[in-house]
DNA sequence: CCTGGGCATTGATCTATGATAAGAAAGGTT
DNA sequence: AACCTTTCTTATCATAGATCAATGCCCAGG
């Protein structure tokens, strides 16, 4: 819970004694490397905050093919906010791409944090306004940009990812097959210009 | 104003006697067709709440094209949610499509909702966790969707925008130039199955 | 240390959509 | 009504990216 703990005592300033409340209403899971964790139709009980290990988030049409909405490694916290927050079916999968270690956050906890620190409420409400932001950038990209030109973005935006996602997962969540994907490589590999 | 009464009362249960006071905060303005009300560099200080008349929001790249974010006909708020909440410059565009009449709505005008009323904070919540929700559909059918999808999606979402907006415009929101939604709109019409 | 199943690459087509260009239609303005 | 501008359509050609198929790669589990 190390990364946890520090993400609640910097970002929402939990002062030391709230956050011995606070922990009380946590659970620490670990998740086994491709176990589903969500699926079209459950609600999103929990937010999952990620110790250690890497999550994704996708869509599946009804032809199989999957559409990856988020990735989220050390410090990121994964959900279907929408499904979470109006108690509605959700409509993603959630799963891990290497072995997980996950705190649950559910809203039991949201609600004590709220009522203990008024930095956790203004904290929230700013990961919401990034939310929105990131998913802005996304939206403006895929409307205008290349597929070359979304690849080099997410290098920039994702550096340790590259690594970490097999190239398959990233294609899908550039909007593109993964043949594609290689094309646009071997031709950056070829003009390596700057 | 009385769109904006309504959506004020009902949506964020705000009573008779606050109302007065809110009110008191807010500016009218119209806005001529065509006119552009924020663009890039500038900060966005306040959320245009459409009394009548259509706004949209647009980014445009370095060779003058035009990609369009979001459009805003009467009793949607239109605005650059980054910009505005984390006071940095915009990289938005958004202009009148009709000539409009817009309810200007500045953080002073939110921080004095939220002390006088708890639902209003509430409300404001909804409505970024509504975004964030749209947003991400928008995403999804992006990454899967062909421009057909896209468009059938758009009438379904927006038939009121069909006939207010011109073609070019929605070509712009669906990721396609003005010929290709030209086209997919004649194929639809020969098919017209169900 | 083999071996089999994901992954990545590559090549050969195919297709949806873009680019360009031109004409027709639709509005607004005088 | 006549005119000009903007929008929409249509046609042709060009291209990014998809699809299909084959090959090689790697490394995880027996």
Redesign the pocket.
């Given at each position: 819970m190390k990364n946890f703990t520090k993400y609640l005592k910097t970002k929402a300033q939990v002062s030391e004694e709230n956050f011995e409340l606070l922990i009380k209403q946590l659970a620490v899971k670990k998740i086994a490397k491709g176990t589903v964790i969500l699926r079209p139709g459950e609600v999103c009980k929990h937010s999952f905050f990620v110790e250690k290990g890497l999550l994704r988030s996708y869509t599946m049409n009804t032809s199989g093919?999957e559409h990856i909405l988020q990735f989220g490694s050390e410090n990121w916290i994964v959900a279907d906010r929408s499904s979470a927050f109006f108690n509605e079916p959700s409509e993603l999968f959630i799963d891990a791409i290497e072995d997980t270690e996950v705190i649950l956050i559910g809203s039991d906890f949201i609600e004590k944090a709220n009522e203990i620190s008024p930095y956790f409420r203004k904290y929230n409400q700013i990961a919401l306004q990034n939310h929105i932001r990131h998913q802005q950038k996304r939206i403006n990209l895929l409307l205008s940009?290349?597929?070359?030109t979304?690849y080099m973005n997410f290098i920039q935006l994702y550096p340790d990812l590259i690594s970490r996602v097999?190239?398959?997962?990233i294609?899908s969540y550039l909007?593109?097959?993964?043949?594609?994907?290689?094309?646009?490589?071997?031709e950056l590999a070829n003009k390596p210009l700057k």
């Open positions: 093919k940009a290349s597929a070359e979304r097999p190239q398959w997962m294609a909007g593109i097959t993964p043949e594609s994907l290689s094309r646009v490589r071997k």
